[in-house]
């Protein structure tokens, strides 16, 4: 760390100015020193010292730093006037570790030079400048050798800075050690040295992790990785896993056939784990009647054998790696030439049904012969005997034998034509001889059919037909399947006439399944008739199977509106509001959609269209379109109304309205004055005049009654109530 010291043999800027303060401000003076020391990392504001008890100069003072040291003020705190000195900062003494300025006393005219020393703390650790080293060391490096590596950095100084270096994990066996040295410039240098033998077909590498440590309490630390490859040299021979091996060769084996291999492995790598075979020729098999390949040991017949000449060879082969001075080994080999059965058995096969075909009913049962074997060998003593297998079949066929001369094939398992229809049978017969000679012959063997299968309706149905379709109509195909074949496939169909069906609506066509009409159909009685149709094969004997399909019949305008009732008697009040609803007729149709959508209408005649009604066409409601007068206008109204279908088929139906009287009219006299004389002395009784009324209501709203209202306060006259007929009632003198 450079650190920024005063010098003794120049003047600083600022000693100038403080004798320029001087020369403008004379006194004794002289020069004093204040020398402070303060560890870095203290708190801001942290208590460095008093310029006044360490001079015994009092202040005010004037500061004059280094004009360049634009720092200073701000890392220290200098009260002027009592000389305390405080950090500014925390300080960091990897960043400066020393401060200098002059302090002049205003007062005394004294100079006094304030120094500042930063004490290192352990606040840092060692850092190496690479978090991996690699090296690369032989194998038969030599103990003690020695290998640089970088050390480790530590920006504190002193005790602080790095003390030690230790191989914490990875130093498998104790390989390597840390030895240190103390350089020049005072910096720590480690050195990894070998330790240990070391092996590369043992620990081909380290990773060795190392940590340096400082001379702090507790120390801090910082770590590397050195990974060290250990390179190979060619120090293993080759070894066979065998020290002897043997093998068996038939005297009839072709040139190239392979006899066995030898196998060396060596623990090097590179070149100098490269294993190269070879036969040595000048101790065994000079005549060459084996190779040996020399990469990967397969030995091999390279020349004619003869059992009768040469029954065991006894070869010398060696393995060489292809190091700079190769390492060799040897193993023996000995080669038994065998005999040779040179004779093939003979396989003779009878199917035992009718035809002698290669063929099996799908309804054999367990243990039913199917065929028998015979089989001979030509050859004499343990060769001439012979053993049958079976393979392929799916477990379905096995072999029955009383003297291994004669085998039978037999079912073992059920058969089914349907899922398996044929069957690759190999038939193996192999001979007791040394080496064992085999011959197979392969039997497609057919498993005929027998009806067991019922016939099945392929997909589903849901046809639609209109109810207007001609007899003969065709409505939809019907298709079946039979799994069995042949005559056991044939499927005839027919019509089951069941309950809640209409069987007598419809035919099917026996070899087609064609359906169709053969009555007429009506969509009123059944929308969705059901049919039962039955698939039968031809087997022996038969199987059949039925399904029920539903026929959508489809509207056809056959139909009229239907008034229920046909005749409508409604009574309405003369007084009721235009718009008031009278009556509802009603028609019902049994087709359906528009077919079955009514409407309702009043016929356009002129006399309908005097009525003072209306019709609403979707509700049959007859409503009124004028004010109605019972005293003035018909009291009764005939008419009739129609109802017509989306189809423009109709019906018609009567209504009568009659006209409800209201007491809406007042009685009226006519004339309205009936002079009239009477002489006195008149006797009581005497009908002197006959007033007369009428009125525009009818019935009860129409019958009156007739009372004397004013004129009459003596009561000399009366009227007859029901006949308006005036007569005196008392003595006129």
Partial sequence: MTRRNSRTDMVPPWTLLACLFLLLHPTNSQSHEATFQTEEGQAVGTYIGNIVEASGITGPFYLSPDPSDTQLLQHLSIDEHTGVIRSGISLDRETRDFYELLAVSTSQGQVVTVKVQVLDRNDNNPIFPQSLYQLELSESTPVGVKRNIDSAQDADAGVLGVQRYEI?????????????????????????????????????????????YDGGTPPRSGSTTVRVTVGDVNDNQPIFTQSRYSAEVLENATVGTSVLDVT???????????????????????????????????????????????????????????????????????????????????????????????????????????????????????????????????????????????????????????????????????????????VDRTINLQVTDINDNAP????????????????????????????????????????????????????????????????????????????????????????????????????????EPIFNPTFYNATVLEDEDVGHCIVQVSASDPDEGVNGQVTYSLPPTPIARQLPFQ????????????????????????????????????????????????????PEFYPLSYPADVQENSPVGLEIVTVSASDR???????????IVSGNGNGKFAINANTGENSTFHDQS
């Fill in 168 to 212: 914490n994990s990875g130093n498998i066996g104790n390989a390597f050690r840390l030895d240190a040295r103390r350089g020049g410039d005072g910096v720590l240098y480690p050195e990894l040295v070998v330790s240990n033998p070391l092996d590369k077909e043992t620990t081909p590498e380290y990773n060795l992790i190392i940590y340096a």
């Fill in 615 to 666: 019709i609403q066409p979707a509700t049959g409601w007859i409503c009124m379109t004028q004010a109605l007068d019972h005293d003035t206008e018909p009291s009764r109204y005939d008419f009739s109304v129609t109802a017509k279908d989306g189809g423009n088929l109709d019906a018609t139906a009567w209504v009568s309205i009659f006209i409800q009287d209201v007491n809406d009219n007042h």
């Fill in 697 to 707: 209501d009818s019935g009860r709203f129409a019958r009156l009654t007739y009372r």
């Fill in 456 to 559: 099945e309706f392929v997909g589903s149905y849901a046809p639609s037909l209109s109810e207007a379709a001609p007899i003969g109509t065709s409505v939809f195909q019907l298709t079946a399947r039979d799994r069995d074949i042949g005559v056991n496939a044939e499927i005839t169909f027919s019509i089951l006439s069941t309950p809640g069906t209409r069987s007598d609506w419809f035919t099917v066509d026996p070899a087609s399944g064609l359906i169709t009409t053969r009555a007429i159909v009506d969509r009123e009685i059944d929308p969705s008739p059901r049919i039962t149709i039955d698939a039968t094969d031809h087997g022996t004997p038969a199987m059949s199977t039925t399904i029920q399909v539903t026929v959508s019949l489809l509207d056809f305008n056959d139909n």
């Fill in 264 to 438: 060396a492995s060596d623990q090097d790598e590179g070149q100098n784990g490269v294993i190269i075979y070879g036969i040595d020729r000048r101790q065994s098999d000079t005549e060459e009647f084996f190779a040996i390949n020399s990469e990967t040991g397969v030995i091999s017949v390279n020349k004619p054998l003869d059992f009768e000449d040469r029954s065991v060879h006894e070869l010398i082969v060696y393995a060489r790696d292809n190091g700079t001075q190769p390492e060799r080994t040897t193993a023996f080999v000995s080669v038994n030439v065998l005999d040779v059965n040179d004779n093939l058995p003979t396989i003779d096969i009878t199917f035992l049904n009718e035809n002698q075909s290669a063929s099996v009913s799908e309804g054999a049962e367990p243990g039913d012969f199917v065929a028998r074997i015979s089989v001979s060998d030509s050859d004499n003593g343990e060769n001439v005997n012979v053993n049958v297998t079976l393979e392929g079949g799916d477990g379905r066929f096995g072999l029955t034998t009383q003297d291994n001369i004669i085998y039978l094939v037999v079912v073992a398992r059920p058969l089914d034509r349907e899922v398996v229809p044929n069957y690759q049978i190999r038939v193996i017969a192999q001979d007791s001889g040394a080496p064992p000679l085999t």
